[in-house]
């Protein structure tokens, strides 16, 4: 089994998906919000999701994250990073649940996730992927300095932008200190 480590940030703790998060996770699922994500579904599907978030770690080595508001233990989104059968290269992704857009929570925890594959796992640059007409994914990796770098057409998804991070040292912010 990968452990799965936890990473702390200001506001947020990003640790390993688990039974708990099912409720939310399947909520989100559930509703237009995951239109640009591979849903609505319904939640027999959307628990598989979630079981696919941990089956990555374990395949990859990495994954994406369960975040959660440090303050309040609320579950806010899965984030993290992300290479499944059929991308074209290492992506940092972000999902959030309903009612925590506009608070930055993207933004920091794919800083987060960034700064771990730079690191600790050695990548040398990352993609995001966004679709069309998701401005709020496009402005998340905007604010993380990527700048778009072509298209990429999946044979589910259909085109989406390909969205290029700095690389680790065209970044000033000096990474993570917070690996647990």
């Known amino acids: 089994m990968t452990p ?76 993290g990073l992300w290479n499944p059968e ?27 996730a960034r700064d771990y594959a730079y690191d600790v796992l050695g990548w040398p640059t990352a993609i995001s992927l966004v679709a069309p007409g998701n401005d709020g994914s496009r402005r998340v990796a905007q604010r993380l300095g990527a700048t778009q770098d072509g298209l990429f057409t999946h044979e589910r998804f259909g085109t989406l932008e390909i969205w290029r991070h700095p690389a680790p040292s065209e970044l000033s912010d000096g990474g993570m200190e917070a690996y647990a």
């Open 86 to 112: 059929g991308w074209p290269e290492p992506e940092i992704g972000w999902d959030l649940m309903d009612g925590f857009e506009g608070k930055g929570y993207a933004t920091e925890a794919a800083r987060a």
């Open 4 to 79: 799965i480590p936890t990473i702390s940030t200001e506001r947020l703790t990003l640790r390993a998906p688990e039974q708990r998060d099912f409720p939310g996770f399947a909520a989100f699922f559930a509703s237009e919000r995951s239109k640009f994500v591979g849903g609505p579904v319904p939640a027999e599907q959307s628990w598989r999701m979630l079981a696919v978030e941990l089956g990555h770690w374990q395949l990859r080595g990495y994954g994406r994250w369960a975040v959660e508001e440090t303050a309040t233990g609320r579950f806010a989104g899965i984030i």
